[in-house]
């Protein structure tokens, strides 16, 4: 049975090999931060969201999706238009520049983890999804 230096160790060394405690590339090379891709990746899968439901999603504080709110418009990718039923409501939409920043992403991220489950036995491909549920759920209930 796995004890919790053991999960310590091999959460760390799947975060190093996946290349996450890189902050200014994302781990499947691109040269923009993990969040900024995140970000990127949720606006370009629903569209508009309130400023509000985007950093519940990153699971970020609101302060600090403010900041990565204004990266992204500051690179042209992203513009904060008022919610149409809350005159205090901000929503975060892509720019076509955006769009194309997320779909160049997708493409990349796309081809790593295709390469990644390559390398895993077909047979284990649900056993690992599995495990990172599993782990996930854990993290949310901490």
């Keep these: ?11 760390g060394s ?6 996450l405690h890189r902050p200014d590339q ?9 969040s900024e891709a995140h970000a990127l990746g949720e606006l370009a899968r629903d ?18 999706t403010s900041r990565l709110v204004t990266q992204l ?3 042209g990718w ?3 238009t008022p919610a149409p039923d809350d005159g205090r409501g901000v929503l ?20 790593r983890f295709a390469a990644i489950l390559n390398r895993v036995p077909a047979s284990e491909h649900a056993s690992v ?3 990172l549920e599993i782990l996930t759920e854990a993290i949310d209930e901490t």
């Design 47 to 64: 569209g508009a969201l309130r400023q509000s439901e985007l950093a519940q999603r990153l699971r970020l504080e609101k302060s600090t």
């Design 92 to 111: 975060v939409q892509l720019t076509p520049a955006g769009t194309n920043a997320a779909a160049q992403l997708a493409k990349a991220r796309a081809a």
């Design 1 to 11: 049975m796995a004890d919790e230096r053991e999960l310590q160790e091999a959460v």
């Design 78 to 80: 992203a513009e904060r």
């Design 14 to 19: 799947f975060v190093r090999a996946f290349g």
């Design 26 to 34: 994302t781990p499947c090379g691109r040269p923009i931060p993990v």
């Design 129 to 131: 999804l599995r495990a």
């Design 73 to 75: 418009i500051n690179r």
